[in-house]
């Protein structure tokens, strides 16, 4: 009898661990890991368990190279990212990424409640910052195709590749509406246009899965299975208007401008149920967003219902003041009580930690703050299921690279190709060019680099070059791979004058533009075209029928140059698939993208947009010639 009286409460133990109640100590059955209970039944059990430390460890996110064990587990640390460039290994594969991922988690779970890391990384244009991930165009390109639906298909297989690497979060997309390009991130942007940056925040749904149409509350965030990432609609908010370009600077805007020209996507993003909304750097009429409360809690969470959570940028919160960093007490204060959720916060986190628990202490910022906060970054988690499913799922490894996604981002190259000229003024069209030529000549700095042909945030923060840094197609191997095999292709980086003059080519590719950049490095006062594309462009032009490919993040002062090239294609940043490039040059998929920039003729027309006054481009919003599909 004693036995089996003591087998009584043991069949009870297991029946609570099979239901996922477990029983803490003190509070009872927690609920919060029963997947069964709704979200928010869960996000309350569980915030009613946690201490003020553990509440402000959620809060916090930090860089994976000082996400060791011990600082996960005893700060309680919500989050992790890796910033551009930052990577387990050089050319490190899935399968490392997936190890990396699932280290950092231990030590996330083997703390008190066992809250799950959610680790995030920059996939703005494909998973840039792994070693042979497929490299879609970058936005502004995107832009140029016309076609939401490709870029929605993008976001899915952009999903897949970030997951092959066990992440679940991108900070993607950014949704920025560029008025000016001095702007050194204008290639992250889509369009000037309002309206066809909100078409293509279809990417979100992409990345998170459409969410379902039955009526739920609005704002509230989405992520629709193990195949999809929380997405992160950036930077809140007029980032692209900033004066002169200028990056992290202030956009002065009226009232009617900023809901007319700014706000427009975030409404579309919602809309799609994103998941999280970065702040910008920038100001709004001398108001720092990162300190702004009127557009952060008012507006984005209270008026337009917003129940994810809110990220700082990269020590977004340290730039409040200017030195940066030079009173972070008042920096920690007023962004947390302008409504910032989650800080990034990549090496000073104990510094952070210790200063808001300080403030919470003394009631400089309320609980309900605090509690506010951490509620919207559990829900998140929970939506997501990243407690029933913590560690990374290696079944999608093979998706990284794969053929499929490489395809697809041949197709975007392919459609975000704008044909600016093609033939001089009483002469045929030039493309597309045939396939068996006697002799053709490539020329250019960008025509056999990769790193070039990517751009900014590709593996490094500010891009790279040469061709070893990852896999895929520079235009040259393109070309040759495309021409008839009796075709010879010639290739000279720097050719002079006489030397193309005395070859005889049929014809010259030039492949020119601008080096690599990201963010403040990029922003650029003059907008020329960089040394020594200019001599390039005269030494094979005049002294051969030519077609000059531009491969740049915006537009650039090309009107001294564009009488004397024959024909005229801006590329912009293609990425790792170059043989979209060759695809349209040759006539295997014809020409139709139009532009969603404004192409100037001048520096000094700077800013000018569709729908300004005195508006006189060298080619107008929407421009680009078509050529015939193939036969």
């Known amino acids: 009898m004693k036995t089996k009286r003591s087998l009584i409460p043991l069949v009870g133990i297991l029946f609570w661990c099979c239901c996922g109640l477990l029983v803490d ?36 996110q930090i860089e994976r190279v000082n996400a060791t064990f011990d600082a996960m587990k005893n700060y309680f640390i919500g989050s992790v990212l890796s910033g551009g460039g930052s990577v387990p290994s050089p050319n490190a594969t899935a399968q490392q990424w997936i190890d990396m991922v699932n280290d950092i988690q231990r030590g996330a779970m083997a703390t008190r409640l066992g809250i799950p890391m959610i680790y995030g990384v920059d996939a703005v244009h494909g998973h840039n910052n792994v070693y042979k991930a497929t490299i879609f165009p970058h936005n502004v390109g995107l832009g140029a195709t016309r076609d939401p639906n490709l870029v929605k298909r993008i976001g899915t297989a952009t999903a897949l590749e970030v997951r092959a690497t066990g992440i679940p979060y991108a900070f993607a997309p950014c949704i920025a509406v560029c008025r000016d390009p001095r702007w050194g991130r204008c290639y992250e942007s889509y369009s000037e246009d309002a309206k066809l940056v909100q078409q293509f925040s279809v990417i979100i749904s992409g990345l998170q899965g459409d969410a379902p149409s039955k009526q739920v509350k609005k704002g509230r965030p989405f992520v629709g299975g193990k195949d999809k990432v929380a997405a992160c609609a950036k930077h809140y908010v007029g980032d692209g208007g900033t004066v002169n370009g200028i990056n992290e600077n202030n956009t002065i805007v009226t009232t009617e401008q900023l809901f007319d020209i700014h706000m427009p996507p975030y409404w579309s993003a919602l809309d799609q149920r994103v998941s999280t909304v970065m702040i910008s750097y920038s100001s709004i009429n001398g108001k720092k967003m990162h300190a702004n409360k009127e557009l952060v809690t008012e507006y984005l969470k209270e008026k337009l219902k917003f129940k994810g959570f809110t990220i700082s940028d990269w020590e977004g919160i340290d730039r409040i003041t200017s030195p940066p960093h030079s009173n972070y007490t008042y920096s920690v204060q007023e962004s947390v009580l ?24 003394k009631k400089v910022i309320p609980m309900r703050r605090i509690n506010d906060a951490v509620k919207r970054i559990l829900r998140v988690k929970f939506e997501m299921g990243l407690f029933e499913n913590p560690y990374a799922d290696n079944s999608f490894v093979d998706k990284l690279g794969s053929k499929e996604h490489r395809e697809l981002a041949r197709e975007a190259v392919r459609k975000s190709l704008v044909l600016l000229k093609n033939g001089k003024q009483q002469s045929p069209p030039v493309l597309p060019l045939e396939k068996k030529l006697p002799k053709i000549l490539v020329a250019g700095t960008h025509a056999d680099n990769l790193g070039y042909q990517c751009g900014g945030w590709t593996i490094e923060w500010q891009g790279d070059s040469g061709n070893n840094y990852t896999e895929g197609t520079t235009i040259l191997r393109a070309i040759n791979a495309t021409v008839d095999p009796s075709t010879q292709v010639v290739f000279s980086e720097r050719p002079d004058y006489n030397f193309v003059k005395d070859n005889n080519f049929s014809i010259g590719i030039v492949v020119v533009g601008e080096v690599p950049y990201a963010e403040t490095k990029g922003d650029n006062t003059n907008l020329t075209l960089p040394w020594p594309a200019p001599d390039i462009i005269n030494n094979v032009c005049k002294a051969t029928k030519c077609v000059v490919v531009l491969v740049s993040g915006r537009p650039l002062v090309i009107e001294p140059y564009v009488e004397a090239m024959d024909a005229l294609v801006a590329a912009w940043l293609p990425g790792s698939e170059g043989q979209g490039v060759a695809d349209a040059l040759f006539g295997d998929s014809p020409f139709t993208g139009k532009l969603s920039r404004t192409w100037f003729r001048r520096i000094d027309q700077v800013p000018m947009n569709l729908g300004d006054q005195n508006y006189d481009p060298l080619f107008p919003y929407g421009f680009g010639l078509q050529t015939a599909p193939p036969n």
């Open 25 to 60: 100590g003190n509070d009872g059955p927690m609920v919060y890991k029963d997947p069964k209970q709704p979200v928010e039944v869960r996000v309350k059990d569980l915030l009613s368990r946690m201490t003020l430390a553990e509440k402000i460890g959620q809060m916090t």
């Open 338 to 361: 302008a409504g910032l959720d989650m800080i990034m916060v990549p090496y000073l986190y104990p510094e952070f930690i210790n200063i808001l628990t300080d403030l919470v202490n």
